[in-house]
């Protein structure tokens, strides 16, 4: 069975903090795919990266990077100098190739950002 | 805008009741998914639709149904309503048959059963 741990329930920083959410995954699969989707107070799920497990180089983008370490079986994601604008719900999921696996994105169960001034 | 078009966005029904949720996907998508988002569930995986035919079952209640037309809309239908099915019911595409790429999702039809 696949499984996401995302620890931190609530986090509250002040605007240009840098913050880093955790993300700790299990799965028997040995290919596999990580993602991360930011869920804003709209409601909607955006999309934000992918990542397959043969590929460990950490990405940036803008002001998000993401730190995949297999050894650790962890997709930490850090948004650097945190906006106001950056406030939402962000889930960490996992995928695989296997039957059970490939259909679906299994998420974490989110981890709320709150950026204040 | 993902491409993917939910409707309707926001529905209030009574217990026992019988609603139809309803998914276009992305222009070129053949997999349709459908999620569930509860409180105390979290993001779950409900089932998918690849071309016209169902792929994979996921936490789906029985009351719970769905099909994928030749057009390659989705519905969703949920019946004998309970409160606990209120959640916000998310459809999702893809190209493909597994999740390996991005998967577009809707802005969610928010389901509330008084």
């Known amino acids: 069975a696949q499984k996401v741990t995302q620890a931190q329930t609530e986090i509250s920083v002040v605007e240009k903090e840098d913050v880093t959410l955790d993300c700790v995954y299990e799965?028997?699969?040995?290919?596999?795919?990580l993602f991360w989707y930011k869920q804003p107070p709209s409601g909607e799920l955006v999309f934000l990266i992918r990542?397959?497990?043969?590929?460990?180089q950490n990405e940036i983008s803008g002001r998000y990077s993401w730190n995949f370490q297999k050894s650790t079986s962890s997709f930490n994601f850090t948004i650097t100098a945190s906006q106001v604008v950056d406030s939402a719900v962000y889930f960490c999921?996992?995928?695989?190739?296997?039957?059970?696996?490939?259909?679906?994105?299994?998420f974490g169960t989110g981890t709320r950002l709150q950026v204040t001034l | 805008d993902s491409g993917v078009t939910q409707t309707p966005k926001h529905l209030i029904t009574a217990t026992g009741q019988r609603v139809t949720l309803r998914c276009s996907p992305r222009?070129?998508?053949?997999?349709v998914y459908w999620y569930q988002q509860s409180l105390d569930q979290g993001l779950q995986f409900l089932i998918q639709?690849?071309?016209?035919?169902?792929?994979a079952k996921g936490n789906i209640l029985e009351r719970f149904s769905a099909q994928q037309f030749p057009d390659l809309h989705s519905e969703l239908n949920l019946s004998s309503l309970e409160l606990g099915d209120s959640a916000l019911y998310f459809c999702?595409?893809?190209?493909?048959?597994?999740?390996?790429?991005?998967?577009?999702f809707g802005e969610g039809s928010r389901l509330t059963v008084l």
């Open positions: 999702a595409s893809s190209v493909g048959l597994g999740v390996t790429g991005e998967l577009f």
């Open positions: 799965t028997r699969d040995t290919t596999y795919y």
């Open positions: 990542r397959n497990s043969f590929d460990e």
């Open positions: 999921a996992l995928s695989g190739i296997n039957t059970g696996t490939a259909s679906k994105l299994t």
């Open positions: 222009s070129g998508d053949l997999s």
């Open positions: 639709y690849y071309n016209g035919e169902e792929r």
